[in-house]
């Protein structure tokens, strides 16, 4: 069964860098094929791609935000960690991990609960 | 830039069929998937590559895509449908979602 679950700050301020965290089970992000992502959703808005790392280091960032963005695995704790800088009151929105697996492509399986972050000084 | 393009609204009655539609140049030759989105819950896949259904999404979940253009078809619409669906698709190394179609079923 696969799960994943995010993890970090609810509140920062405008300026400073946010850290979150995915921590998944039921997979290996070290099997040929797999990836988790991050997309996000602003209050009452629409999905945003933000960015994916796969099984071989492999990272895609969305090119509007490549500039501020980070994604790192750990594979040996089953996580993946997303930091993004310079946070404004727009990049406040709820925050999803997700694994990329046997559907192919770049599409997402399995999504974690997400996690609101509040950008407000 | 590659953008998906989704009517924001569409209504059906129970039992109808409802079409919801994702736009682009050339998205025919692109693989479309679609994800269901209730309120407070996040979103499931419901269609991946252009027409597949995961295991456990029910058969009145179809999808088709040619042209510029890829379609969600719902057959027998039932509440339960009632929902915001987005569409998501590739280009240039990176992933694009759609504007999302919130589906009222009334």
């Known amino acids: 069964q696969i799960t994943l679950k995010e993890s970090g700050p609810t509140l920062v301020k405008p300026t400073q860098t946010l850290t979150l965290t995915c921590t998944f089970s039921?997979?290996?992000?070290?099997?040929?094929?797999?990836?988790v992502g991050w997309i996000r959703q602003p209050p009452g808005k629409a999905l945003e791609w933000l960015t994916l790392?796969?099984?071989?280091?492999?990272?895609r960032y969305s090119p509007s935000l490549k500039s501020r963005l980070t994604i790192t695995k750990d594979t040996s704790k089953n996580q993946v960690v997303l930091t993004m800088t310079n946070m404004d009151p727009a990049d406040t929105a709820t925050y999803y991990c997700?694994?990329?697996?046997?559907?192919?492509?770049?599409?997402?399986?399995?999504w974690g609960q997400g996690t609101l972050v509040t950008v407000s000084s | 830039s590659f953008e998906l393009t989704q009517p924001p609204s569409v209504s059906v009655s129970p039992g109808q069929t409802a079409s919801i539609t994702c736009s682009e140049d050339?998205?025919?030759?692109?693989?479309v998937s679609w994800y269901q989105q209730k309120p407070g819950q996040s979103p499931v896949l419901v269609i991946y590559?252009?027409?597949k259904r995961p295991s456990g999404i029910p058969e009145r979940f179809s999808g088709s895509n040619s042209g510029n253009t890829a379609t969600l078809t719902i057959s027998g619409t039932q509440t339960m449908d009632e929902a915001d669906y987005y569409c998501?698709?590739?280009?240039?190394?990176?992933?694009?979602f759609g504007g999302g179609t919130k589906l009222t079923v009334l």
């Open positions: 997700a694994h990329r697996g046997q559907y192919g492509d770049y599409v997402f399986g399995y």
């Open positions: 050339k998205l025919g030759y692109k693989y």
């Open positions: 998501q698709a590739w280009d240039s190394r990176t992933g694009v």
């Open positions: 590559g252009d027409s």
């Open positions: 790392i796969f099984w071989d280091d492999d990272k």
């Open positions: 039921g997979f290996s992000l070290s099997t040929s094929g797999v990836g």
